[in-house]
């Protein structure tokens, strides 16, 4: 397996932890034919359009202790504006307390947009190319579309033309108080940052950070204790980017949103793979599980 890995790895469009768990799971082949043909370098003008009529965007990050986050950014009108097919600005400025606020120049990130009304959604991948108090420019690495399902409709978040958001977060915590644990227990959707580090391979288009969309029926996050989670892995696209991530760094972000008034709470931690879990059965439609396990939580309140 490692052989084949090895290989291919500079000329496919994965990354080798995600070639790892495509191979495990025999899908392997079939997909490097379709990454080839689906994974992009630029912005098609569908997508552009998409982008551009966005209120908020979804980012993945990493911190310098090399903690992946998950962010939001939102602004109802004027969020993205694109330049050409490679380049993108999000004119938006994160809270102090997210760990967004610290992005630097040259800083691999992932971007989710999604359109939560309509179930679409695209992710990137890029580097930061400009940063200032206004927001940032990326320079594209990869696109891709993303299958809509697990992805429940909603209005969208509770945005305004006149709402500022507060920066009245609440310290960061190491546990998951009663008020955490009420939102994940209810949640039907969650954001999960992750990134992959691999020192035998040259930067190239698919070195970086990731955020993608997860969702389920409400509860389908388990609570195993006040720093645990269980999280099922349902059928998806078979690209394994979240998984081939956790593969290569056991670490991952979450970020869950109290779409009535705006709360977001965000953590990051360590993350693992269960591949042969006596309990998936009890997760109905899941395929495997992970855990989660809180290393730092952190409230931004009335973040949207």
């Known amino acids: 397996m490692s052989d084949a890995i090895s290989k291919s790895a500079h000329a496919s469009p994965f990354h080798r932890g995600e070639q790892w768990v495509q191979a495990r799971l025999g899908v392997r082949e079939k997909m490097e034919s379709i990454g080839a043909r689906f994974i992009r370098d630029y ?10 009529e966005l209120p908020y965007v979804f980012v993945g990050h990493v911190d310098d202790a090399g903690q992946p986050w998950a962010s939001v950014l939102a602004k ?23 760990p967004l606020a610290h992005i630097q120049t040259g800083q691999k990130v992932g ?37 809509p399902q697990y992805i429940h409709p909603r209005p969208g978040l509770p945005l305004s033309e006149t709402a500022v958001a507060q920066d009245g977060s609440l310290p960061s915590q190491q546990t998951f108080d009663a008020d955490m644990q009420a939102l994940i227990r209810y949640a039907d959707t969650f954001f999960v940052a992750s990134y992959y580090e691999d020192d035998e391979q040259p930067a190239n288009k698919s070195n970086g950070a990731d955020v993608s969309h997860r969702g389920g029926n409400p509860g389908f996050v388990r609570i195993d204790s006040d720093q645990q989670l269980t999280i099922p892995d349902y059928r998806g696209n078979q690209m394994f980017s979240t998984l081939g991530n956790i593969h290569q760094t056991g670490k991952a972000g979450l970020l869950f949103i ?22 998936v059965a009890q997760f109905a439609g899941a395929q495997r599980l992970w855990q989660f396990r809180l290393t730092e939580a952190r409230w931004l309140k009335r973040a949207v």
């Open 76 to 98: 109802p009108n004027g969020l993205i504006t694109i330049s050409d097919e490679k380049h993108l600005t999000v004119a938006a400025k994160p809270l102090s307390a997210d």
């Open 111 to 147: 971007v989710l947009g999604i359109d939560l009304s309509n179930k679409r959604r695209n992710r990137l991948t890029a580097t930061v190319a400009e940063h200032s108090s206004a927001g940032m420019t990326l320079a594209i690495e990869q696109t891709f579309g993303n299958c």
């Open 258 to 279: 109290d779409f009535e008034n705006g709360d977001v709470l965000s953590m990051t931690g360590r993350a693992s793979i269960l591949w042969q879990a006596p309990d």
């Open 43 to 52: 912005l098609p003008e569908q997508h552009q359009v998409f982008y551009r």
